[in-house]
């Protein structure tokens, strides 16, 4: 992602150039505001930051009509269009009926990806659109359409320039489809999330409800509500993120469920710091780190097993620890899970978590894991406390 938004500034550096000829040429009026060579780069920089925005939602009608005017303005040219593979999107600038011929200029750029100019006279003897540069718009080695320039004459820097703020496009383009193929992942690994949830988890909790049916009716009648807010937790259809505080409700209501059954073999202790609980974070992110230290804490000890789960202010950051005194696990063997080559009977939920984190907020945020065999295990995991795109769904936790 970082590659590839540098890439996205160096044609627009050079169009910078283009842009200062002409604008030093044709001055727009006094500043004060640095040298020409600054104004115009910045002018060109700001432009190209309005522009990006409609690619980044991909290219439609609507993307391209927003952008034309920007991109333009970036060119200094006289007239603009973005076109698809069949149509023209958008028209921006004098001689909109040339519009109506491009796409007939357009066929060998479409099917070999190189950069066309063509004359483009029409009968209009008004028509100060004489002649077009067209590049083509590039994703993923597939050519969507073309960025097309016209002007009065031929134009050797308007023609190169044409062509690096086509490739800018395509780079905005690029970064869309990077993001729709990142939110794809991500609701594929919620899905996988889900559907580890253990049918003997489900089980045997309606069997611990079940239980206290005669002995004990108002507490079944808690349990009962405790596992269906938590099942509309885990299985909501909205939102990739959620806050810390309704993770960490719904990690109070497993741990409910599985005390349930397990009575006082399983030992608490949550340290949790209030100004950390509206803190965004991916869903179902720390519910499967806890599901994980019942399983080797819990369901492997004999005797008393105890659980700590701590939230806790580390400035930029939230700090949340997930440690159990359980069985613990060969160093080795979690480095391959971490890798995804565990096998089917090492779950996914630690490699899933750990990825989603990554992906979202950059390697320096995936999980921190420190065990050993009979040594229990301690999962770190720091969420920043601000990210731009990640926020919050509305919790649909029952009131009931």
């Known amino acids: 992602m970082t590659v590839a938004i540098l890439l996205a500034l160096c044609p627009l550096l050079l169009a910078g150039g283009f842009l200062l000829g ?18 115009a780069t910045f002018d060109t920089l700001h432009t190209a930051s309005l522009a990006a925005p409609p690619l980044r939602a991909g290219l439609t009608d609507d993307t391209a009509r927003k952008a034309a005017g920007r991109l333009r303005s970036l060119l200094g040219t006289d007239a603009l269009c973005l076109t698809n593979r069949s149509a023209v999107l958008a028209w921006d600038g004098a001689g909109e009926q040339h519009g109506k011929h491009v796409m007939g200029a357009l066929g060998a750029l479409l099917d070999s990806g190189r950069s066309a100019a063509f004359d483009c006279a029409c009968g209009d003897l008004d028509c100060p659109q004489r002649w077009a540069v067209a590049a083509p718009i590039v994703v993923d080695q597939r050519v969507l359409g073309a960025l097309v320039a016209y002007a009065p004459r031929e134009s050797a820097v308007l023609a190169r320039a044409t062509d690096e703020v086509a490739r800018w496009v395509s780079v905005q383009l690029e970064l869309a489809e990077l993001d729709r193929s990142r939110t794809r992942v991500i609701e594929a690994e919620i899905k996988a999330l889900r559907a580890q949830i253990s049918p003997h988890f489900v089980f045997n909790s309606l069997a611990a409800i079940a239980s206290f049916v005669r002995t004990d009716p108002e507490r079944a009648r808690e349990l009962l509500l405790e596992f269906a807010d938590f099942t509309r937790y ?5 939102g990739d993120f959620t806050t810390l505080a ?20 399983l030992s608490v202790t949550l340290q949790i710091a209030p100004e950390v609980l509206p803190v965004a974070l991916p869903f179902l992110c720390l519910q499967p780190l806890v599901e994980n230290a019942v399983k080797h804490g819990l369901e492997g000890a004999v005797t008393r097993s105890r659980i700590t789960i701590g939230a806790r202010d580390a400035g930029a950051d939230a700090e949340v620890v ?13 480095r391959r899970i971490l890798r995804g080559e565990g096998g089917p009977s090492a779950g996914i939920g630690l490699s899933n978590v750990d990825d989603r984190l990554r992906q979202v907020f950059g390697d320096g945020y995936g999980l921190v894991i420190e065990t050993g065999v009979a040594a229990g295990m301690k999962i ?6 601000y990210r731009a795109g990640v926020h919050s769904s509305p919790t649909e936790h029952s009131e009931g």
Not at 234 to 238: K, L, M, Q, V
Not at 328 to 333: A, F, H, K, V
């Open 322 to 334: 997930i440690e159990d005194d359980g069985v613990g696990m060969d160093p080795e063997r979690l």
């Open 380 to 385: 770190t995991v720091r969420i920043p406390k």
């Open 246 to 265: 309704d993770e960490l409700h719904s990690i109070d209501q497993y741990l409910a469920l599985v005390r349930a059954r397990f009575g006082d073999r």
């Open 234 to 238: 885990s299985f909501r259809t909205h």
């Open 22 to 39: 002409r604008r030093t040429a044709h001055p727009l009026g006094r500043s004060d505001v640095g040298t020409p060579v600054e104004r």
